[in-house]
Each structure stands twice: as C-alpha cells, then as structure tokens.
C-alpha cells in the first residue's frame, strides 16, 4: 500500500500551475495599456507553464482512483507553496524587487490575502505590477479555491476533499460540488463586480476600482497608495467598509440566499455572532474616539466602524493611523488580532465560528458548576457537536495561541520590539497585515531583517492553510502505512 500518490499530487500540481500561467498572462493587457515593459509577465508565463506541461507529461499514467486524505494534505501545502514560489517570477523579473527573500515575502502576503508589504513606495510601482499585487489577492482568497473545486472533478477527485481540509468546521454544502462551485464562483464574481462598479462611480478610476475591489473581497489589503484608503473620500470609505463586512460573509450563507432557503441563513448561528461582534467591537472603538478626541460624530464611527471591521475581517485596509487614538483603542484594536471573519469566507485567523464554540465551552462550564448533572453537549447551528469535532476546535485555539507565543519570541531573537514583534506576528499568522509599532497601519516590512521576514512568510502560509494542515505532514502517524 503506498503511502501518497506522487503522479497524482504532480497532476494536480499541474493543473494548477496552469491557473497560475493564465493570471501572470492577464497582467500583459495591463502592461500595454500603461506602456509598460510585457516581458517580465511573458517570462513568467512561459517558466510557470513549462513546469504545468512537464508534470502533466510524466502524469499520464497517474491513478485517480487511489485519493487520500494524506494525498489530499500534501497537495494542499504544495499547492500553495507552489503558487507562492512562481508568485516571485512578475517581481523578480521586473526588477521590483530584486530580493527573492523579499519577493518571496510580497508573493506570500498576496495569495494568502495578508496584505503586508516590504514596497516602501507602492505609488512608484508600474500598473501591471499593482495589477498583479491584486490579482495574487483576488486568486488567493476564494477564486483560487473554487477553480480547483470546479476543475478537479474532470480527473475524478472531489475538489471538495481539498476544500474541507482547509478548514475544520466547514459547513457541507454537497453532493454537487461542481455546480455548487460555479455558484460560489458566481457569487464572487458578482461581490467583485458590484464594488468594481460602486468604487468607479466616485473619485476612484477604472484601475483603482478593480485593484481595491481584489483585495476587499479577497479581504487582503494590497492598495495601490501608500496610504491605503486614508486618502480616499468618505463615500470611498463606505464602500469598501461594506464590502469588506460582507467578503467576512460564509460563501454558504450567499449559497443559501441564492438558493432562496432563508431558514438556512437565519439558522446561522455564526452568522448572527459575527454580526454582533462587528456592531458592539465597531460601538465600542466609535464611542472611544468620540470621547477622547476632536473627532465629529460621522467621522468617528466611520473611522471606528472601518477599522474594527478591516481588522475582523482580516482585510487590512486603513482609512487613518490608528497608532495616535487613545491608548484604551489601541489595545482594543490589537485584541481584534485574534478574531477572523466567518468559517467559509476569504477571512483569515481563528474565525468566529471557533470563537463561538469556545463561549459556549465557558458557558457550559459555569453551568457544571451549579448543576454538575446536566447535560454537558455543545449544540451548533441547533446539532450537538460531536465531543471530537470540539476537542479538535479548542486544540486549535490553544495551538493558534502556542504558535502565536512561539512566534513573538522568535521575533524578538532576531531584533524587533516586543510590541512589532507581538503584533507583526499576530498579523501575519492572522492574515491582516498592518500591526502596531514599526509595522504599523502606515509603516511597511521593508525594514526588517531578512530572517524576520522568512518567519513572518511561514507563519502566513500556516495562518492560511489553518494550521493543520501543514502540522500535519510532521506527525509520525502521517508517513505511516
């Protein structure tokens, strides 16, 4: 019995350098629009597809018949790792950044929609290369996932068994992951269509629409100002600000809406827990800026409710430099770190759904307390969680905490202040991007030193691939026939 079937990991690898080929190709059109230099996308594009035609050609005879879970766990980390690493080509070659250290940092930022950035000056970077900062975002927060869970079918293995173990409490929404994937797919091109078409009607041009529009549904936070939205006008804000709480949205609640099955959707038990969290967090930070600053009543909940918002839904867009509110704020902002979007969405961190189970875990426990004979089951979503599925969803809570811990000291090691190192880490493993400190909302990664940069690049593929997947592939058990 062989433990992993390497042809078919390679086949799938293939397929998905593909989709790769034909994202550095949309970049081109960019280039001549601007009057921009094509070959560093043309160079990329032929590199990245003649390793596509290569697997595919030594994969003819692959067995698809013989999918497992480990196949599945190895083709989700080398797939992203793959993406990533031909991510560097548009950047390296264009000279933008030379550093493959810091191209790999750029590449890893965009496709797991973190939207950190090591470019000093973003305002001076050509158009198609925004374009491709963007793109990396649009393609890694769901796009990317639903080409898959569309394309795999075609060689018989279910793009669902990928897409589950991407997440441990992922709602199912099959047996017809096919058509359920062009829907999602639907949905998120109309999302991306929508706020393409409300951002041109203010001040922002066509360009500017579509890069902002990337990476508020992707929820990644790549701008194309050094300011990110700050400079942007109050109508600007608000649009982003609503897209941004709805990418933070489960793509199976909008499955629901489609599909005109309300009951669903009102049965969300997440849904409804993220919705609060977003009005009492936004509430809260409103009502400190409203009471220790000069700020008027509309700019400071637009400036509160943004912010929360961009932070819970792990976007990382900024609308003002939220390192000179009061210190009450700040704190608060840095504890928003720790929460992520809904299960199912582009969001990044724990999400809300892990949070909500662990309230009802210290709700369940005082109730011991009072009443040691009661009944002890935790109930989501109206079903009672098997006791195994809620080991598992606390274990990764204190394993995102542990990671979290490790990763500060490691930082620290190498340099940096306890509060850039906290936060940059929490930001990264999170996926948000922008921290307190040197990395603050306004500052950039440019300055720290390359070690730095590698763990933070790790910690955002392992945010992304939610821990276990990656944890995985080192247990014992995993090379085990």
Known sequence: MKLINPLLILRILSIILLIETVSVLLCIPVALIYNEPPEPFLWSAVFTLLFAVVFRFVTNVADYQK????????????SWLIFLGFGTLPYILSGTIPSFVDAFFESSSGFTTTGSTIITDVEILPHSILFWRSLTHWLGGFGFIVLVIIILPSIRVTGYQLFSLESTLQEKIHPKTKSIGYRILMIYLTLTMAEILLLAIGEMDLFESVCYSFGTMATGGFATKNDSIAGYSSYSQYIIMIFMFLAGVSQVVYYYIVKLNFRKVFQNEELWFYVGSVVIAGALVSSILLANSTDHLEKAIRNGFFNVISLITTTGFVSTNYLFW???????LFLLLFTGGSTGSTTGNIKMARHLIVVKNIKSAFVKINHPNALSGIKYHGKTIAEKINISILSFVVLYLFIFVAGTLLVV?????????????????????????????????????????????????LGRL???????????????V
């Open 326 to 332: 009061p210190g009450s704020a700040v704190l608060f």
């Open 67 to 78: 999918f497992s879970n480990r196949d599945g766990y190895l083709i989700v980390v080398l």
């Open 466 to 480: 939610e821990i276990i997947s990656v944890f995985a592939l080192f247990t014992r058990t995993f090379w085990k």
């Open 413 to 461: 090691f190498t340099g940096l202040d306890v509060v850039t190192s906290a936060s940059s880490v929490a930001a990264s493993l999170g996926n948000i991007g922008p921290g307190l400190g040197s990395v603050g909302p306004m500052h950039n990664y440019a300055h720290l030193p390359e070690m730095t940069k590698v763990i933070l690049s790790l910690l955002m593929i």
